[in-house]
């Protein structure tokens, strides 16, 4: 069973959204292992499209149903359109982070079901891993439970269980926000479900993240996207840095790219009221 919420005027174009994070999250902002922080954030657009936002299985509120692939969660993207839309109609498909590694393969295998591809904080390679790791050797002074090896190695790498990946992403929440709250950053924290046994555990081989997973590459295939795309990225993003969206705005034709100052990973909740209004002028081909 998926886990999902549909809202907004029955007969409008449809917004699928694809939350952050494989099978765990947690910023002082949100619960990024699920899909309520992009709901929230995208609820604003749903007095013109429908909204539709879901956990992907093994994470949040669906079943543990294996496999957890990359292409599997990519199968159950099209089964959703499938089943809300019909076999033709295309869908706007909205990934940020994680969930744009999924948004790309998405559009690259099902060109002709996305009428708009909306990316935030995401990466057209594991490439963003190595300047992820450089960035925060610049930034540890943030986050002083969080070394570098603990993001190589298990946020990059893999947890031996849920608990290890609880303190292990609690202790890498401050660097993922301008404006860091302790306080907001536990509670989120506490309210995170978290299936990284389920989904990260070393040596499964239908975990997220396996190889050849582990080296996914797009790059090659951006030219082959036909939606029209909108690509955000906060200027302080650590863990997709902004030359990660550079990549995909040059790579997909005639991609927008928008740079938002003074925010980090989660724009889309730190400026949110901007990125509203850039989605809507992104609607409206202005």
Same mark, same amino acid.
């Given at each position: 069973?998926?886990?999902? @919420?549909?809202?907004?005027?029955?007969?409008?174009?449809?917004? @699928?959204?694809?939350?952050?994070?494989?099978?765990?999250?947690? /910023?002082?902002?949100?619960?990024?292992?699920? &899909?309520?922080?992009?709901?929230?954030?995208?609820?604003?657009?749903?007095?013109?499209?429908?909204?539709? /936002?879901?956990? !992907?299985? *093994?994470? $949040? +509120?669906?079943?543990?149903?294996?496999?957890?692939?990359?292409?599997? #969660? =990519?199968?159950?993207?099209?089964? #959703?359109?499938?089943?809300?839309?019909?076999?033709?109609?295309?869908?706007?498909?909205? *990934? $940020?982070?994680? *969930?744009?590694?999924?948004?790309?393969? !998405?559009?690259?295998?099902?060109?002709?079901? =996305?009428?708009?591809?909306?990316?935030?904080?995401?990466?057209?390679?594991?490439?963003?891993?190595?300047?992820?790791? /450089?960035?925060?050797?610049?930034?540890l002074h943030r986050a002083p439970s969080l070394s570098v090896s603990m993001l190589r190695d298990k946020i990059f790498g893999s947890f031996s269980s849920d608990i290890e990946c609880q303190l292990v992403m609690h202790a890498a929440a401050s660097p993922?926000?301008?404006?860091?709250?302790?306080?907001?950053?536990?509670?989120?924290?506490?309210?995170?479900?978290? &299936?990284?046994?389920?989904?990260?555990?070393? *040596?499964?081989?239908?975990?997220?993240?396996?190889?050849?997973?582990?080296?996914?590459?797009?790059?090659? +295939?951006?030219?082959? @996207?036909?939606?029209? /795309?909108? =690509?955000?990225?906060?200027? +302080?993003?650590?863990?997709?840095?902004?030359? +990660?969206?550079?990549?995909?705005?040059?790579?997909?034709?005639?991609?927008?790219?928008?740079?938002?100052?003074?925010?980090?990973?989660? =724009?889309?909740?730190?400026?949110?009221?901007?990125?509203?209004?850039?989605?809507?002028?992104?609607?409206?081909?202005?």
């Amino acid at each position: 069973m998926i886990d999902f @919420i549909l809202i907004g005027p029955p007969d409008a174009p449809l917004i @699928i959204t694809l939350h952050d994070d494989r099978g765990f999250g947690e /910023s002082p902002f949100c619960n990024s292992g699920d &899909h309520t922080s992009d709901f929230r954030a995208y609820t604003p657009l749903t007095s013109t499209h429908r909204l539709l /936002s879901f956990d !992907y299985r *093994g994470h $949040g +509120q669906s079943l543990r149903t294996a496999p957890y692939a990359f292409q599997q #969660l =990519v199968d159950d993207i099209e089964a #959703l359109r499938h089943h809300f839309l019909g076999p033709d109609p295309p869908a706007i498909i909205c *990934g $940020g982070s994680f *969930g744009g590694f999924l948004a790309l393969q !998405y559009a690259i295998q099902h060109a002709g079901k =996305v009428s708009h591809l909306i990316l935030r904080g995401t990466a057209a390679s594991h490439h963003h891993e190595a300047e992820a790791l /450089s960035t925060l050797q610049t930034r540890l002074h943030r986050a002083p439970s969080l070394s570098v090896s603990m993001l190589r190695d298990k946020i990059f790498g893999s947890f031996s269980s849920d608990i290890e990946c609880q303190l292990v992403m609690h202790a890498a929440a401050s660097p993922f926000s301008e404006t860091f709250d302790a306080d907001v950053a536990l509670r989120n924290g506490l309210g995170t479900v978290f &299936h990284a046994e389920e989904a990260h555990k070393r *040596g499964k081989t239908d975990a997220l993240y396996a190889e050849p997973e582990k080296r996914f590459d797009y790059r090659a +295939q951006l030219g082959s @996207i036909t939606a029209r /795309s909108l =690509v955000r990225v906060g200027e +302080q993003d650590w863990i997709c840095p902004p030359a +990660q969206s550079e990549t995909i705005a040059r790579g997909v034709p005639e991609a927008k790219l928008v740079v938002v100052a003074g925010a980090n990973h989660a =724009v889309h909740l730190e400026r949110n009221e901007l990125v509203v209004w850039e989605i809507r002028a992104f609607f409206e081909g202005i």
